[in-house]
Nanobody, 125 residues
């Protein structure tokens, strides 16, 4: 069973950038399709981006496409999310998830088996 720990969130101004990290332990990281999700207060958890086991395929929500980049380093058991041109509507707790049964990239949080505790991103005007 894999354990996930996110970091890198913070309080930034609109237009700034943050790099979020998710470090995995206790499992074979390269066995998992990985994803980033976020949840704002009073809203459901929403898909942000996903990446295949070897990193060759990625998929993004329309709201973050061309601003966010998901990547992974399987040698370091690390998942990254580079967030650029941040907007106030990007404010949320960001979670990384691991899916060990995925046949293809999925945007549904119900398909992910393991989650981190989240890291807060707050973007002010």
């Amino acid at each position: 069973q894999v354990q996930l720990v996110e970091s890198g969130g913070g309080l930034v101004q609109a237009g700034d950038s943050l790099r979020l990290s998710c470090v995995a332990s206790g499992g074979t990281f390269s066995n998992y399709v990985m994803g980033w999700f976020r949840q704002a207060p009073g809203k459901e958890r929403e898909f942000v981006a996903a990446i295949s086991r070897k990193g060759g395929s990625t998929y993004y929500a329309d709201s973050v496409k061309d601003r966010f980049t998901i990547s992974r380093d399987n040698a370091k058991n690390t998942l990254l999310l580079q967030t650029n041109s941040l907007k106030p509507e990007d404010t949320a707790v960001y979670y990384c998830g691991a899916d060990d049964n995925a046949v293809e990239l999925t945007t549904s949080s119900y398909e992910y088996d393991y989650w981190g505790q989240g890291t807060q991103v707050t973007v002010t005007t």
